[in-house]
């Protein structure tokens, strides 16, 4: 009879099985983090094309418009997943000043501190922390 069995014992699988274990328990959350900053830098994309939109809009009635004027003039802002996008317009000074809100939907509401994200006309980016420089 041959006495050297070859494989891996059920200790040594154990080990590797604990091992693996250990590894996807910090690696998937770090994963889902990097998952929501590449949502968030799709919406800062957005609100970014929207102040274009709004700047052409401008160039074109000497004011900035809504949503509904953007939208009639074909200059929509797009869309990203797991965001919802809106336009603020001032009633007292429309044509110096609008605001663009990015508000975050879903699974996109566990990135802390970035779930509501606003550009301005005077290229205000709020919060700060969420935006990259």
Not at 18 to 47: N, S
Not at 50 to 57: N, S, V
Not at 69 to 93: K, M, P, Q, Y
């Amino acid at each position: 009879m041959n006495s050297s069995a070859r494989g891996f014992t059920l200790i040594e699988l154990m080990i590797v099985v604990v091992v693996v274990a250990v590894i996807a328990m910090f690696a998937y959350p770090a994963y889902l983090d990097q998952v929501r900053k590449g949502r968030r830098a799709e919406a800062q994309k957005v609100l970014l094309a929207g102040q274009i939109a709004e700047e052409r809009y401008r160039s074109y009635f000497n004011t900035y418009g809504d949503e509904a004027s953007l939208a009639a003039e074909n200059l929509d802002l797009g869309d990203a997943d797991f965001f919802n996008f809106s336009i603020t317009v001032s009633a007292a000074s429309a044509a110096t000043h609008y605001t663009i809100q990015a508000d975050a939907t879903g699974d996109q509401l566990k990135d802390t501190g970035c779930t509501t994200m606003t550009l301005d006309q005077s290229n205000v980016m709020t919060p700060a922390t969420c935006w990259k420089r």
